[in-house]
């Protein structure tokens, strides 16, 4: 078992950043990748990133490419989301999930799910 508790969500200006953290504990942390998800209101949730047990690998959805770093340290149990250029349309709940060793970005390959931080951009 893992659990995840996200922070870092906030409200911000368009062209702002942010940086989410999730803090993992329970089984041995590095075992596992880290992806990033958002949901909109009305909307599916969706993959933002993703990030291999090693740090070696990640991965984006094309709509935060160039915007967000995906990274994580394994000696603090920690994935980090940081967010910039931000855009109205950047506004949903962002959680993150654990897997196991192969890098999806699909959210049904992702086993275990933190309860979600909010990030509003304003315009």
């Known amino acids: 078992q893992v659990q995840l508790v996200e922070s870092g969500g906030g409200l911000v200006q368009a062209g702002g950043s942010l940086r989410l953290s999730c803090a993992a504990s329970?089984?041995?942390?590095?075992?596992?990748?880290m992806g990033w998800f958002r949901q909109a209101p009305g909307k599916e949730r969706e993959f933002v990133a993703a990030?291999?047990?090693?740090?070696?690998?990640?991965e984006y959805a094309d709509s935060v490419k160039g915007r967000f770093t995906v990274s994580r340290d394994n000696a603090k149990n920690t994935v980090y989301l940081q967010m910039t250029s931000l855009k109205p349309e950047d506004t949903a709940l962002y959680y993150c999930?654990?897997?196991?060793?192969?890098?999806?970005?699909?959210?049904?390959?992702?086993?275990?799910w933190g309860q979600g931080t909010q990030v509003t951009v304003s315009s």
């Open positions: 990030i291999s047990w090693s740090g070696g690998r990640t």
């Open positions: 329970g089984r041995t942390f590095s075992n596992y990748v």
């Open positions: 999930a654990a897997t196991g060793t192969i890098l999806y970005t699909t959210t049904d390959e992702y086993r275990y």
